[in-house]
């Protein structure tokens, strides 16, 4: 069992950062793929970014690559998303998930454990 929790959420003007932060439960949190999703008002949850188990391999979303970047640390049991350049279209409730699969990690259900969420506001 993995419990995430994300914090790190908030307003920011569009051009700005916000940086994510996923905190994981347990001690198999190595053993675990990460991946960062978003829900929209009204829109389907969607695939932002990714990394492997070994942290050797990202992925990225087309709407977010060059603007966003995906990190983990195992020795703190955490996977970050350093959000760069913010658009009011990146706003969202955004989600940490896991798996201990190793692919397809574009792909909710893909994952088992999911955070509950939290919200990112970029104002124009």
């Known amino acids: 069992q993995v419990q995430l929790v994300e914090s790190g959420g908030g307003l920011v003007q569009a051009g700005g950062s916000l940086r994510l932060s996923c905190a994981a439960s347990?001690?198999?949190?190595?053993?675990?793929?990460m991946g960062w999703f978003r829900q929209a008002p009204g829109k389907e949850r969607e695939f932002v970014a990714a990394?492997?188990?070994?942290?050797?391999?990202?992925y990225y979303a087309d709407s977010v690559k060059g603007r966003f970047t995906i990190s983990r640390d195992d020795a703190k049991n955490t996977v970050a998303l350093q959000m760069n350049s913010l658009q009011p279209e990146d706003t969202a409730v955004y989600y940490c998930?896991?798996?201990?699969?190793?692919?397809?990690?574009?792909?909710?259900?893909?994952?088992?454990?999911w955070g509950q969420g939290t919200q990112v506001t970029v104002s124009s």
């Open positions: 998930a896991a798996t201990s699969r190793q692919y397809p990690l574009r792909i909710p259900s893909t994952y088992y454990y």
């Open positions: 347990g001690r198999t949190f190595s053993s675990n793929a």
């Open positions: 990394i492997s188990r070994s942290g050797g391999s990202t």
